[in-house]
């Protein structure tokens, strides 16, 4: 079974700080994205990437940055973090163009900006 | 990508089937349809996919019309454990992952 993990359920921030998201695939899958969920918004995409070192904007990348550095992890960092960003995080990954359509998402971080 | 509409919402009880339709008039030739479920505090999961005709699993059918403009997922017999958000996405075949979620269908199961 593939398995998508992300560091956190949950996390609470200050205004300013500087977060970082973890999220782990075990599969090899060369793709992983980044979504935030907000009530009556559905998932929105921040970024995705597509080999290592690689990374293509979302739809709403504004705030936020990547890292892919090895091929399983990707990472999220919200530079200055501010309550706007206060949100559920969704990472999921693809094993490329295998299965186009499904994706493997993981359980979600639940970030609060306070 | 091909903007899908579904409904708000849906009430079932127990042991109904319920019928979600999902209206994608834009669909291209290369497009799949494609169904995720999504659990409170959980991530999406993938239930269904197809191109055209109908399709089944272990967990639901999806009917796929001649003219592909709309989708309909069914889930036979639902009970409680079936309340959740149902999303219907259009994917391209080499778009490998930037799909459009919407708002998705809340289906509620009651006794």
């Known amino acids: 079974d593939v398995k998508v993990t992300q560091s956190s359920r949950y996390l609470v921030k200050r205004t300013g700080e500087k977060v970082f998201l973890e999220c782990v695939q075990d599969m090899d899958h060369e793709n992983m994205f980044w979504y935030r969920q907000d009530p009556g918004l559905g998932l929105r995409l921040i970024y995705f990437?597509?080999?290592?070192?690689?990374?293509e904007k979302g739809d709403i990348p504004e705030g936020y940055s990547v890292s892919r550095e090895k091929k399983e992890r990707f990472s999220l960092i919200l530079e200055s973090a501010s309550t706007n960003q206060t949100s559920m995080y969704l990472c999921?990954?693809?094993?490329?163009?295998?299965?186009?359509?499904?994706?493997?998402f993981g359980p979600g971080t639940r970030l609060t900006v306070t | 990508l091909a903007k899908t509409t579904q409904p708000i919402s849906m009430d079932s009880y127990e042991g109904q089937e319920v019928n979600i339709t999902c209206s994608h008039n834009?669909?291209?030739?290369?497009?799949?349809i494609t169904w995720y479920q999504q659990f409170p505090s959980q991530g999406p999961r993938f239930i269904i996919q197809g191109y055209k005709t109908k399709v089944t699993n272990e967990v639901a059918s999806l009917f796929i019309p001649a003219d592909r403009k709309s989708s309909t997922l069914s889930l036979p017999r639902v009970s409680l454990s079936d309340t959740a958000v149902y999303y219907c996405?259009?994917?391209?075949?080499?778009?490998?992952?930037?799909?459009?979620f919407g708002a998705g269908t809340q289906v509620v199961v009651t006794p």
């Open positions: 834009n669909i291209a030739t290369n497009d799949y």
């Open positions: 996405l259009v994917v391209r075949t080499d778009s490998w992952g930037k799909f459009q």
């Open positions: 990437s597509y080999d290592v070192k690689m990374k």
């Open positions: 999921a990954s693809t094993p490329g163009t295998a299965n186009p359509g499904r994706e493997y």
